[in-house]
Structures are given as C-alpha cells and as structure tokens.
C-alpha cells in the first residue's frame, strides 16, 4: 500500500507541473489465461507428491493516470491479488508433510497510453512492470503412523518479499462516460521474465476500469 501512495504522489507532481489533467478510478478483472499451476515432485531426500499453485480469479486496484504532452497519458497502476500453493511429501502413504504457502500479490504496471479521437475512443498500452509478493502465511501438518489428522500442526510467517518484472500491452476502449465518471474495459497481457510463484509467465486478464 506504501508504493502504491508514492506512485500516487509522483503522478500528482509532474500533474501540477505540467498543468495537466490528472485522472484517478478504480480497476478490477479476471484472469482469462491459467489460475492454476501442478507439477508431481519425485524425491528420495524429501518424499514425493503432487505440488499446486493457485491465483484467486479476481484482480482488483486503484489505477492513477496523468495527461502528458502528444496526447499521450501515463497509467500507473496497484492490483491485488491473492496466491497460495500446496505440496504433498510424503514417503509413504502415513508417513510425510503438506505444506501450505498463501501470499498477497501486488502488481505495478506503468504504462504509456495512446487514445484515438474516434468512437468509443479505443486506446493501445505499452509499459513495464513489477510484482511484489509478500506476507507469505504458512503451515506444516506432519503425517505418521497412520494418525489422521496429523499429528502435528506448525504455523508460522515468512517476512521475505519476492519482486519480479515483466512487460505489459493492452488494448481497450471507453465505454461509457458520464459526467465525470468514465467506464473502461480492457484487455492485458503480461510476459513475466519468471515463473516463480505465477500459474503462468503469459498472463492475460480481461479488465474494466471506473475513472473519475
């Protein structure tokens, strides 16, 4: 929430000292690529058994916008998300471990827009972005001799934030303006350099913006 404030005053700035018109809403969407990712972990050392990964199917956020010269506009925005994975270890069917990560998911994308003064005024993104994963909640529940439910249940917090990149390009179109209130659906896609905690490095999602 604390980069998502300073990316918000960064923009209030260069607004005022342009002396243009700087624009703020809401956003919210749903992945249409993958949500969900699994692989089957074969390991003597750490037992084996299926692993998971899954993204809740909503992204919602503020987005931040500002009007510069050419009549191009700077969009930066915060979208949330909520992760989590699940593997399965275990080295014989009573004896072994799941292990359960869940973690909130902040995306920035900051993106150079182009709109065309025709109707419904469709407009092209092209930008980067970057994605901070923290709070990661965790658990261990330890299988053996057979005891269900396990036998032991450890909970604890893992305070070490992952950041990846990526490039970001959507096309969308104004729908709907009235007054001060602009309706802006969109579809974006995302190419992340790693997989690393993502159900997949294509990201696309379908997405509808409330600006004011």
Same mark, same amino acid.
């Given at each position: ?16 000292? *342009? ?182 490095? *294509? ?10």
């Amino acid at each position: 929430m604390k980069i998502s404030f300073a990316l918000a005053a960064v923009l209030l700035l260069c607004c005022e000292a *342009n002396g243009q018109r700087f624009f703020f809403g809401v956003k919210g969407g749903t992945p249409l690529s993958d949500a969900n990712r699994s692989a089957e972990i074969d390991s003597r050392i750490s037992g084996d058994g299926p692993w998971s990964l899954s993204t809740r199917r909503y992204t919602v956020g503020g987005s931040f916008e500002v009007r510069v010269p050419f009549g191009l506009y700077v969009e930066v925005d915060a979208l949330y998300k909520r992760t989590d994975t699940t593997q399965n270890a275990f080295f014989s069917p009573s004896f072994g471990k799941i292990t359960r990560l869940a973690a909130n998911s902040w995306e920035f994308p900051m993106l150079l827009e182009h709109r065309w003064n025709r109707r419904f005024h469709p407009f092209a993104a092209l930008g980067g972005t970057f994605r901070r994963i923290e709070g990661f909640d965790a658990s261990v529940e330890t299988f053996a001799y057979g005891l269900n439910p396990p036998y032991f249940v450890s909970r604890y917090r893992i305070d070490q934030p992952l950041t990846q990149g990526g490039m970001a390009s959507g096309v969308g179109m104004l729908l709907l303006s009235v007054g001060h209130l602009k309706i802006t659906p969109e579809l974006r896609y995302t190419r992340w350099t790693s997989i690393s905690f993502l159900p997949t490095q *294509n990201q696309v999602e379908i997405l509808m913006g409330l600006g004011f």
